[in-house]
Structure formats: C-alpha cells, structure tokens
C-alpha cells in the first residue's frame, strides 16, 4: 500500500563522493508530515546533498531515508513520490509554460486534452494564466521561480523540495516569494525541505530549522529555539543576532557562573538546568544583540543588570527601527548592540564615545 | 521580438568599428567566392563555339539545354539518392556519438580525448582515405576473404567496393564529424539539471532523448545537415573514385563538360546547383532558427 504521508526520516544517512571525506556526515532527522524544514549552512555543508538524496538523485553511501513509513532508498524520484524544484529551476527552455508544467503528466501518458486541463488549473493557482503560452525565457525571475513550483507541485508529490528557490532572486521578490512559497505550502499541505544560505529566509518560513556544518546537523528545532536558544558557538553565529563571549569560570554560585572577563566584576551567567560546570572551564556564551543596552559610564546600570562591560563605540549603522552600535567590547570578536532607534535618538553616541554595555543577567545563553 | 536598430541610432564610430571586424572576411569573400560566381554566372549566358571560345552576350541557350536533357533529372536524382542516404547514417551516427560524449562520459578530458579520436582519420589525405577501402572492401579485401573463410558466400561480393554502396560508406566515413562536431557543440550546452528535472518527472531516457536532447540539438542537427548536404552534393571526386566510374553526379557531369569545353552548359549547371542548394539550406533555416538557437 502507498503511503500518502510525506514524514521524512533520516537514519544515520552518510554521503561519500570520493570514498575518503563525508559530504554528510552521518545525519538522523524526523520531519513531520507536512512541516516547512529548512536546511541551513555555509555551501559545502552537506545541504543540497541531503537534499538530491531524498530527491532521489543522488544514493546515500550508508544509512536510510524513510519517507511516509518507507524505505526509499534506491527507488526512482517517481516512486517516492517527491517532487524537486532545481536551483535557477531547470525550466525547459524550448517549451512553453504550459508545456513545461505538463511535461510530468505527459511522460506519466496522461492524454493531452487532460493534462493541458490540470496544467492551466495549476497555471491558475500560481497565476501566471497570461503567461501560460510564453516559453521561460520570455518571463521575470519571478514569474520562472512560479513556473518551476507549479511543475513540481503538478505530480500531486507528498514532498517537495526546493534547492536555494530564491537565491535567484533580487531581495524585494525574495521576501515577496518567500511569502507565496509558504501560501503554497499550506495550500498543497505536503511536506516542504527547503534548502538555503540565508538565515531570514529559514526562520522567516520554516517548522523545523535545521543547522548544519560539515556534513553533520548542530542543531534543528523550531525557528524560535534556534534562534534565541542555540546550541554552540557556530550556530550563534551562523544564525546571527547573538554576542558570543567566551572566557573561563571564575566561581560557581548555586544558580549562576561567573565569567572572567574584563569586565571588573565579571560576567555573571544563569546556569541552565542539567548542565554542570566548574572553576576553570572555558565556557562560549551567548548574548541577544537586541538585549544588550548600552549606559553612559557612571550612570546607573537598568534593573536586573548585574554585568557591565566598558567599551568604546567603534561603529554605527542606522538600520531603520534600531540601530547597530559595533562596540570593542571584547578584542579580536564582533561585539554589537541593537538599540531601538527612539532610544539610540533620545541620547546619540559618536564612534569613540565610551559606553558600558550591559544586560539583564538572565539572558545571558551558556553555549555547549 | 528582435530589437530594432536603425543607423539613426547608431553611433557613426560603432558604425565603423562593425565594418573593421568584417573587413577581413570581406576581403577574402569577394575575390576568392564572390567574383567567381559572378564569373561563373556570366559564363552561363555566353555563346560558345563548341571548342572552348566563348561569346560574350546573352543567351539562355546552356540553361535550355541543361533543362531539357533526360540526363539531368537522373543526375539529380542520383546525387539526392547519395545525399539522403549520407545524411541518414550521418545523423544516426553523429547523434549517437554526441550523444555518448556529452551524456555519458563523465570525465571531460576523456570526453575531449574520444572527441579528438573522431577526427583521426583526417589526418591523412581524402586520396589516401579512399584507397584505403581498397584493400578492406575490394574483391580480394579484407571482408570478402573473412566472409569467404566463415563460408558465408562463395563468390567474393562485388557490391563492396565501386558501387553506390562503397560511395555511401565513404561519405559518410568522411562527413561523420560534420555531424559530431555541431550536434556536439548544441548538446555540450544543454544544462545537466535540465536531464535531472526531467528525472524527477519521471521521464524515461527515451523521454528525454525525445522530448528534451532532440529538440535543443536542433540547431546542431540543421547545422550538420547543411555541412553534409552541400558537400555531397557538391562533390564529384568520392562519387568518380569509390564508383569506379559506373555513376555519376550533378558535379562529375558537368566536371565532364569542363573536359570537353563546354564552359557555358557546364556553368548553368553550377548555377543550377547552387540553386537548388541555396534553397534546400534555405529550407533547412526555415524550420530551425539556427541564428536564433545559436544566440540562446
């Protein structure tokens, strides 16, 4: 019997292209069915290798992909019911809209009048209908990207996956699209994979955000874990928007840690349940960009700060509604502040002026 | 929609500069290609005395003869039959070729190593090449005698070698790469990711050879065709050489007409032939917009 459900589960799934180094790295993953996943890291991560997998291009060297309770390994993209669409989409470039979105319904033999019919129903829904008769290249990368979903959403597939959709694309369509790629998401209700560079693109659409480094996954959990509660140092930051401080332990106090650092006191840390550390541990923490605040030298530190670190204003960037202040906080490591741009206003720093830079003591993140 | 460019809007410099880039072909095309035609085309009106002189006039004379003769229709009739079957075992044999190093040998110096073998047998002289079918094909060559020895026949086959037969293998020995080489050219830039998107849709190989690799390697396709028509079609040496004598060919006929100084009939025969060529290509173009594909 076939499965109708699109849940993806990656067991142990490695992937050697020349014997000696792992592309990926031994990867276990459970996508729901119908989630948003998104792969996420630097080119050369593994990503878009986990991705032909599951698609069925490529065969994993060891492990299994399970898909809707189904061991698809060494079955063809048609079997496993998946669908990809390509980076800069693939789109045949001598067939017309139309022609192109019909092309899997024709080599399936489904007979013209009927596949012409769910072609134009499929135009409509991504609404390209006054482009149906135009050949790709006559169309906007918009318009190509809209194209190129169609064609694989027509096979009815359980997943699609979506190699970099938007990289193609200038920044304004990019969020624009973004927008219509999870509409269709909901609107098909199947399982998105969805593989970027971009960390706005991953949180902004995705269930499951998965970070990934040298063929292994850091971390994958919902946007919002990832992104406020990352795991290590890389994944701070990869996904950006974190301070990340390192130092040694100074002394253990019940709930918190003290950090050595330049700081005259220190910097005092939560410690989070189930983690243990001790005197002399080099321990990375993490602090959110937009919870730090920055007060002029001998002024009063804002309630719940106990951590205050002198620092001078290297840089600033107006970004609209905040501020980005680049502080030498810490040497040889970005350290930035973002400050909501009616506080930034209300007492404007210059590059060069002294600043203490503090935070409520409790969002400060220990990273593993 | 092509964009239109009046000279208006052109620049006087770029104009120029467009006419320097030309310039050297143009210096090569109207002394070596275009005047002679032109000679050629003069000729054909002329009066000639039968014995080589030629009077300068205008007569349509040659043309009627041509015309009229029963001998011109069989030529052309032969020459197509050559033409068509060269064209059909080219196209099979150059597709598949371009086919097999494009697709299906991974490792592109190896694709360009196997691509450079195709062009061996260029190496060594048209002359030298057709007398080498000498001793494979002929009465005591190398196929008649393994036959001979498997007890397939026991007569040695005298189709082999001066026969319509022997003329065909040799064109098409000869104007293979014509095919390889441009089919290659338009399939070496369809994108990979094109073939794995057909995959995904579940396209069999035979899909995709059909419903993608034939149709953009079409200008590769008309291109080669054109080589391999006009060639054949202008050629009268492998005809002369590989038949033995026994046939002929629009060229040879009138390359006999040279023989014997009938310059004007031997002239409005070329003229007629580079008619009939000019519209076959022209044929060719119209349905497949070679400059069109080309710019892709």
Redesign the interface.
């Known amino acids: 019997m076939k499965s109708d459900r699109g849940d993806i589960e990656l067991a142990g799934v490695c992937k050697s292209f020349d014997g000696a180094t792992y592309v990926v790295d031994g990867v276990n993953l459970k996508i729901a069915d119908g989630a948003y996943c998104c792969f996420i890291g630097p080119s050369g991560c593994g990503k878009t290798t986990i991705l032909r997998m599951i698609?069925?291009?490529e065969d994993p060297t060891a492990g299994e992909i399970v898909i809707g309770g189904q061991n698809v390994v060494g079955l063809?993209?048609?079997q496993r019911r998946?669908?990809?669409m390509?980076?800069?989409y693939?789109?045949?470039?001598?067939l017309t809209v139309r022609e192109n979105i019909a092309?899997?319904l024709?080599?399936?033999g489904m007979s013209k009048a009927d596949r012409l019919r769910a072609a134009d129903a499929m135009i409509e829904k991504v609404r390209l209908t006054q482009f149906a008769d135009r050949l790709p290249?006559q169309l906007s990368g918009g318009q190509q990207q809209r194209v190129a979903l169609a064609?694989?959403a027509i096979?009815e597939p359980r997943v699609l996956l979506l190699d970099e959709p938007l990289s193609a694309l200038d920044e304004q369509l990019r969020v624009q699209m973004r927008q219509e790629l999870r509409r269709m998401q909901q609107e098909l209700g199947i399982t998105f994979i969805h593989v970027t560079h971009t960390q706005l693109e991953a949180i902004a659409l995705a269930d499951l955000v998965v970070v990934m480094e040298q063929g292994k996954i850091k971390q994958a959990g919902a946007a919002r874990d990832v992104y406020a509660h990352p795991h290590d140092r890389y994944v701070a930051e990869f996904m950006g928007g974190q301070n990340v401080l390192s130092g040694r332990v100074e002394k253990v106090n019940g709930a918190s840690f003290t950090l050595a650092q330049a700081a005259p006191d220190g910097i005092e840390v939560p410690l989070q349940a189930h983690s243990t550390v001790s005197v002399g541990d080099k321990v990375d923490i993490a602090v959110r960009r937009d919870d730090v605040a920055l007060v002029r030298p001998g002024k009063d530190l804002p309630p719940g700060c106990t951590t205050s670190l002198p620092s001078r204003v290297r840089a600033i960037e107006y970004q609209g509604y905040f501020v980005k202040v680049m502080l030498d906080t810490v040497p040889d490591d970005e350290f930035v502040a973002y400050v909501p741009e009616k506080t930034f206003f209300a007492d404007p720093f210059t590059v060069g002026d002294v600043v203490m830079a503090t935070w409520a003591t409790g969002s400060a993140l220990p990273l593993a | 929609m092509q964009p239109s460019s009046s000279p208006a809007q052109t620049p006087p410099r770029a104009n120029l500069a467009g006419w320097l880039y030309v310039l050297p072909l143009v210096l090569v095309l109207v002394p070596f290609f275009v005047a002679p035609i032109l000679v050629v085309l003069a000729a054909s009106f002329f009066a000639t005395d039968g014995f080589g002189g030629l009077t300068p006039g205008f007569t349509l004379a040659s043309y009627v003869e041509v015309l009229h003769s029963a001998l011109t229709l069989k030529l052309y009739l032969a020459t197509i039959k050559f033409t068509v079957l060269t064209w059909i075992f080219t196209l099979i044999i150059g597709f598949f070729v371009a086919y097999f190093l494009v697709f299906h040998v991974r490792n592109q110096l190896l694709a360009i190593g196997l691509f450079l073998l195709c062009t061996v047998p260029f190496w060594t002289s048209n002359i030298i090449r057709m007398i080498s079918w000498i001793p494979l094909l002929g009465k005591e060559g190398l196929i008649n005698q393994a036959l001979l020895a498997m007890g397939v026949i026991r007569q040695p086959l005298e189709v082999l070698l001066f026969s319509d037969l022997a003329v065909v293998i040799a064109y098409v020995h000869q104007l293979t790469i014509f095919m390889i080489v441009p089919i290659f050219n338009s399939m070496a830039r369809i994108d990979k990711k094109l073939i794995e998107a057909a995959i995904d849709a579940g396209a069999s190989r035979f899909d995709i050879m059909r419903l993608i690799v034939v149709p953009m390697s079409k200008s590769g396709i008309a291109l080669g065709t054109i080589f391999v028509v006009s060639i054949v079609m202008g050629d009268f040496f492998v005809v002369k050489v590989m038949s033995g004598g026994g046939s002929a060919s629009v060229v040879s006929a009138f390359y006999e007409d040279v023989g014997v100084l009938q310059y004007p009939t031997a002239a409005a025969s070329a003229v007629l032939l580079t008619l009939v060529l000019v519209a076959i290509v022209s044929l060719i173009l119209r349905t497949v917009d070679i400059r069109q594909e080309i710019t892709r």
């Open positions: 698609a069925g291009h063809a993209p048609v998946t669908a990809m390509f980076q800069s693939a789109l045949f470039p001598h092309f899997a024709r080599v399936r290249a064609r694989a096979t």
